[in-house]
C-alpha cells in the first residue's frame, strides 16, 4: 500500500498553518437598533411574517454586521417608569439584499425574544435604567447574517412619572 506524505498533528503547526482559529475578543461599541420610543411602537401583533411590510416604523435602524456571530440586546427605558409591560421582539437577518429575511433565534431557541426590565436592579445613569444582557435569552445567533432588524409584538408601556417616548433598543456584536 502506498501512503501519502504525513500529517503533522501539531496543534503549534496547525495555529502556525492558519489551521486552527484563536478565540478573540472583541469590543463593540453599542447600536441604537430602535432610537427614541421605538421600543414603545408595535410593528405587527403576534407574529411578523415579513420584515420588509411590517417592520417600518422610522426608529427602526438595520444593524451591518461585519465582524461577530452574537448579537446581545439591552432596553434603555426611563427610570421613573413603572407597571412596566416588558417588550417583546424578533430579530431578522439576512446576508446582503438579494437573501430573502431568516427568523433569528437567540441561545434558548426562541424566536421571540421578551426584554425582562427590574426596576429594582437594572443599571441607571440617572435619566434611564438599562435592563440586564441575559446570555441565552438576549443573546441572538446571527446565522451567517450580516444585515439585522429588529421588530417588536409586543411595545414597551408603563406608567409612573417616566415616558416610554425615550426608551431605546441597544444592541452590540460580539
Known amino acids: 500500500m502506498v501512503l501519502g506524505n504525513d500529517i503533522i498533528a501539531s496543534a503549534y503547526a496547525q495555529l502556525e ?40 416604523a422610522a426608529t427602526r435602524q438595520p444593524l451591518i454586521a461585519d465582524v461577530g456571530t452574537i448579537l446581545r440586546l439591552m432596553l434603555g427605558y426611563d427610570d421613573g417608569l413603572t407597571g412596566i409591560t416588558d417588550m417583546q421582539c424578533q430579530v431578522f437577518g439576512r446576508a446582503d439584499d438579494d437573501d430573502p429575511w431568516r427568523r433569528l433565534k437567540n441561545n434558548d431557541e426562541q424566536t421571540t425574544i421578551t426584554i425582562v426590565t427590574d426596576t429594582t436592579e437594572d443599571a441607571e445613569d440617572g435619566t434611564l435604567k438599562y ?33 416610554v417616548s425615550n426608551s431605546v433598543l441597544y444592541g452590540w456584536v460580539i
Do not use: M, W, Y
Open 131 to 163: 435592563t440586564d444582557a441575559n446570555l441565552n435569552a438576549h443573546a441572538i445567533d446571527l446565522d451567517g447574517c450580516k444585515e439585522v432588524v429588529v421588530g417588536n409584538i409586543v411595545a414597551l408601556a408603563g406608567g409612573g412619572s417616566g415616558v
Open 17 to 56: 498553518a492558519g489551521g486552527i482559529s484563536r478565540p478573540v475578543g472583541l469590543s463593540c461599541k453599542l447600536f441604537e437598533l430602535q432610537t427614541a420610543g421605538g421600543p414603545a411602537v408595535q410593528d405587527n401583533a403576534t407574529r411578523i411574517t415579513n420584515p420588509t411590510t411590517q417592520i417600518t
